[in-house]
């Protein structure tokens, strides 16, 4: 077993007799430990192996000009310090795993450093904060963050918090000794794909139909963090090439809220990335938002009950002609090939004729105001005459695709479709 | 290294391939697993540790009666019987530890089993739906299930799947190998105590004031989570002893929504163990709600922002009798005594005269009902006069608290406070 250091990210004055009791602990279990001090209070803490100076030098300040500053002011810069201080001593070789615990303050701080470390580096979060009504979302982004409810408060060594501390780090350990490789830049081809729920069906026919054919394709759901995650691990090379079939989170952009809230500016890097990339608008015509929260003028709306939680709610015709004008001007900062595949008959479950979300004045504004916008060359438009969700949809767009690789000469220019 | 049973929850239908690819990676680490098959489609797994007929049979149900229910219903049959079987096969020492992987159903299904299970026996869940705008509550409830958002979705095993899941996996097997006991029963004195940000600098006063005498103290977050965890550790016998500082989880009940929403029946159960126990009104008279979603009538209420999320609602003089109706009612359900100590000077910081949330109507009525409603001869009510959140009160709680414990011969009668 080889001797790994994990990063520990405490503050050093409220919680020494914690961290001191988990340095111990992963260093009995045969690993260094380097310690990360983000306390931001009076007392000085001495002796850590990256001291807080260091955490607020990152953020641009010296320690000595900005610590009579709010406690809200300091933890700003601790959370701006150690969102670049990780990668950086990361990228150093510094450490091969990051630890932190501690309340709501201590849990900002820290995750805004783990969330900038590839996936697959450990990364571990004991917390008093990941419970109850708390949502997913600040805490782990769009990363493998392990998260651990802490049950007490993490004050002093104590019957409860000794029994989940000594858990959490041996995850860590765990991690450290058995698996722990940060992805990196994949050799083969890589499809990277967009699904929730109510595209299912068809995108599931893709990826098999793909996968079949040897194709490694993986699936992100497009519910305010897939999308985002698949477009990360596109810029960063793990995957070479992508088939976004569900940018439903394009339309919660355009309404600023609802239960997929949250992957701004989707494609936008994407078509600027270079990469085979085939798009289709899937799930663009509705928004979801929860039963006890809905939008004010829901009466004037068509909508399902998806779920005890959620309702999908079909958009307004200018609303599609919105969020089709937003797509295409995506689409047009494409700097090579991209290929706009639209099925022509309902773009979810639900859509077709005689079902609950059947709009056709909606959907054909959709691809009207696309067709009509779209002005840049590189996007190629083609059409299915299907519903997103069918099963022959699915196959039309893997064929697609393999078609773009071909073309774009990640495929031999015989591979049997 | 000893050889341990880890537990694997898994749909043995759809997902062979993760399950035999984390089979096959737990065994390499040196440990033995137990598959738990929680399918309910149509093909028929054959030869798994515990088949889905048990799963369903813990139900009450034979799989062959029900096996053409809808998914929907099939699926809270998995639930019901996850619920009951985990803990009895635990029981039984079949295993040691669970892991599960999947998504939203999978989910759901596994985790009803993992909050089955005493604090501190490893639980691992890999999830999907570990991120975004979801809440803790429905994954987590009140245990420390370590979750692991997948990034991906978890169909097949390829580049990110088989990161995670080795990742994940390594999380059980630390924990087995280095870790992993669970929490039982006591043998000193062990006191559970309550608090929120509000009551922060008072009830660490009392939890200073006893550790400072050798009494082990443990803090629980009265936010929805806390409170109801300090409770089922106390009917447990992990804690022996408590001094439950805020209650202000009976107001949200009461309120029936709002952050700290979702730990019914407050005190109820706590007043029927006939342990050691002190209550105050800690955070009675106020409710907190998202910015974003506030009680219709918020004009006619005094409130504050407490952080960029959450406002702090005074309730209103009727709403104050309700909940001391409510609270007197749980006290006088006391089989043995109990001391109700009041703050004469308000429930929680930002309520003395001159502060944001000072209401003295109010206050003097929560404190005028409780008085008029306690009937049970158990219930000793003593005044502090201070706000609960001085370290005044909290030492006074400590004070009166090592009494209590005195006359239940939990500590010897010399004891020196």
New interface residues.
């Given amino acids: 077993m080889q001797m790994k250091t994990i990063a520990v990210i405490a503050s050093c004055d409220t919680k020494l007799k914690e961290l001191t009791y988990i340095k111990k602990f992963i260093e009995n279990?045969g690993h260094r430990v380097l310690v990360i001090d983000i306390s931001i209070g009076i007392e000085e803490p001495q002796g850590f192996d990256i001291p807080r100076e260091d955490v607020i030098a990152a953020s641009g300040h010296h320690w000595e000009n900005v610590k009579n500053l709010s406690k809200g002011e300091l933890m700003e810069l601790a959370v701006s310090g150690i969102t670049k201080l990780i990668p950086e001593l990361y990228a150093q070789g510094k450490f091969d795993a990051v630890f932190s615990m501690g309340g709501v303050q201590n849990t900002s701080v820290a995750v805004s450093g783990m969330k900038q470390l590839p996936?697959?580096v450990?990364k571990v979060m004991l917390s008093?904060v990941?419970?109850?009504?708390?949502?997913?979302?600040p805490l782990?982004g769009?990363?493998?963050?392990?998260?651990?409810?802490?049950?007490?408060?993490l004050?002093?060594v104590?019957?409860?918090?000794r029994?989940?501390m000594?858990?959490?780090?041996?995850?860590?350990?765990?991690?450290v000794?058995?698996?722990?490789?940060p992805?990196g830049n994949?050799d083969g081809v890589?499809v990277g794909t967009t699904?929730m729920g109510i595209t299912n069906d068809g995108v599931?026919s893709a990826?098999n139909h793909l996968?079949s054919k040897g194709i490694?394709?993986?699936?992100?759901?497009s519910?305010?963090?897939?999308g985002r995650?698949m477009e990360e691990?596109a810029a960063g090379g793990?995957i070479n090439a992508v088939m976004d079939l569900t940018i439903h989170e394009i339309t919660s952009e355009y309404f600023g809220g609802g239960?997929?809230?949250?992957a701004p500016d989707r494609l936008t890097m994407l078509c600027r990335l270079g990469i085979p990339l085939l798009v289709s608008p899937g799930g663009l015509d509705f928004v979801d938002y929860p039963l006890?929260?809905m939008p004010k003028d829901i009466d004037k709306r068509k909508y399902i009950r998806h779920n005890a939680q959620l309702a999908h709610i079909k958009i307004l015709k200018h609303e599609g002609i919105d969020v089709a004008k937003i797509t295409a001007e995506r689409l047009n900062q494409s700097k090579s090939e991209v290929t706009l595949l639209i099925p022509t008959n309902g773009f979810r479950k639900n859509t077709r004729p005689g079902e609950p979300l059947y709009d056709k004045e909606v959907d054909d504004a959709i691809i009207e105001t696309l067709i009509e916008n779209i002005y840049n060359d590189n996007v190629i438009v083609k059409y299915v005459d299907a519903n997103l969700n069918e099963e022959s949809f699915g196959i039309a767009a893997a064929n697609e695709m393999i078609e773009i690789l071909k073309r774009f000469g990640k495929l031999d220019a015989n591979f049997d479709i």
């Fill in positions: 279990a996936i697959g450990p008093t990941a419970s109850g009504n708390r949502t997913f979302e782990v769009t990363r493998d963050i392990v998260l651990i409810p802490s049950i007490a408060d004050a002093g104590n019957t409860i918090t029994t989940v000594e858990n959490a780090a041996s995850c860590v350990i765990g991690m000794n058995n698996a722990g490789k992805l994949s890589v699904l599931c990826i996968t490694e394709t993986i699936g992100f759901h519910t305010g963090v897939g995650a691990l793990t239960f997929s809230y949250g006890d929260n």
